[in-house]
């Protein structure tokens, strides 16, 4: 007897995941997710309750120079740590099918050929669900970057009220049009860079399309690219400084700056594009799966990231 539309997914769904994670296909359509892979934002780890990020928030207060050999100096406890900390969100897909659909596709070659169109789907319908909700406030309790890097550089983000806690504000800057695009995105980039190594630098720049162009725009003379391997494939990567410039078609006229290592998606290890068992659904001449995912964008310092915005 042939395999069932369902057994068939059991089966293949693994294999499938595992091929659309290879280098021609992760993020395939995406130059935003397939560049925060590509620098390490994008973590897999075991999640508890929320997900508690600590941050290194202050310079040590007991930090003075000594005045005379015999200054005394201070005792107080030293409170340099506190945390910000973010709920878990859910994004879940249903694969979906019926038994016409197995009387329609009757030869296991079908079933495979369906399935693996269903799975394919299924993937890229998750991947872009996220990049979509990346620019949104918040999406069922998803954070987007709205969240992280506000416009007015304030707001309350992982439970910590950036109006109150000025050390948690991100950098922010305004432009009009291209004849000052660059310096605004300059001034930004420089107050989030802080002088500092580039670890900490913005290393990833993301707009809509149109944004990227006006800035391209005003780099002709000099313009420069980034991998043309990825330029063949069709993804613009300009480059600013030091960062990347990628561009989303979910994106608008803002400019987000990013580095990985204070902007982060953060998924569970165990429960990352997991398939459900197949089930039949009641009262229905159908089956159905899901695929699930536990995931929430993160920053564990506002300060190093910079939207420009009109």
């Known amino acids: 007897m042939a395999l069932t539309i369902g057994q068939i997914a059991a089966v293949s769904y693994n294999a499938l995941v595992a091929k659309n ?7 395939s359509e995406s130059a935003l997710m397939k560049e925060l892979e590509r620098q390490g934002a994008i ?9 508690e990020v600590p941050l ?19 005792l ?14 859910e994004l879940s897909i249903s694969m979906n099918w019926s038994k016409k659909t197995e009387v329609q596709n009757p030869s296991e070659n079908q079933k495979i050929a369906f399935v693996d169109q269903m799975v394919k789907n299924a993937l890229a319908s998750h991947d872009d669900a996220i990049e979509e909700a990346l620019f949104a406030t918040s999406t069922n309790g998803f954070l987007g970057l709205i969240t992280h890097v506000a416009v007015a550089g304030t707001g309350s983000d992982g439970g910590i009220d950036s109006s109150i806690e000025a050390w948690w504000r991100n950098q922010q800057a305004t432009y009009v049009d291209d004849t000052d695009i660059e310096s605004a995105l300059t001034t930004a980039w420089n107050a989030a860079a802080k002088g500092s190594g580039s670890s900490l630098q913005p290393t990833l720049l993301v707009s809509d399309g149109a944004t990227q162009a006006l ?17 063949k494939a069709g993804f613009k990567i300009l480059a600013f400084k030091t960062a ?13 700056g990013l580095n990985p290592k204070n902007f982060q998606l953060i998924a569970s290890k165990e429960y990352f594009r997991e398939r459900g068992e197949t089930q039949e659904v009641q009262n229905a001449n159908a089956f159905t799966s899901k695929v ?3 995931l929430q964008s993160i920053t564990d310092n506002r300060s190093r990231l910079f939207v420009v915005h009109t």
């Open 21 to 27: 994670r290879t280098a021609a296909n992760q993020w």
């Open 76 to 89: 107080s406890e030293t409170e340099i740590v506190t945390s910000a900390a973010y709920d878990i969100a």
């Open 215 to 231: 800035f391209e725009g005003t780099q002709q003379a000099n313009q420069r690219y980034v991998d043309t391997d990825e330029l």
């Open 244 to 256: 990347r410039y990628v561009y989303s078609q979910f994106g608008n006229t803002k400019i987000y």
């Open 292 to 294: 699930y995912s536990a």
């Open 43 to 51: 973590k897999r780890m075991s999640l508890g309750s929320n997900i």
């Open 56 to 74: 290194d928030y202050r310079r040590n207060a007991s930090t003075v120079f000594l005045s005379s050999p015999f200054q005394p100096t201070s």
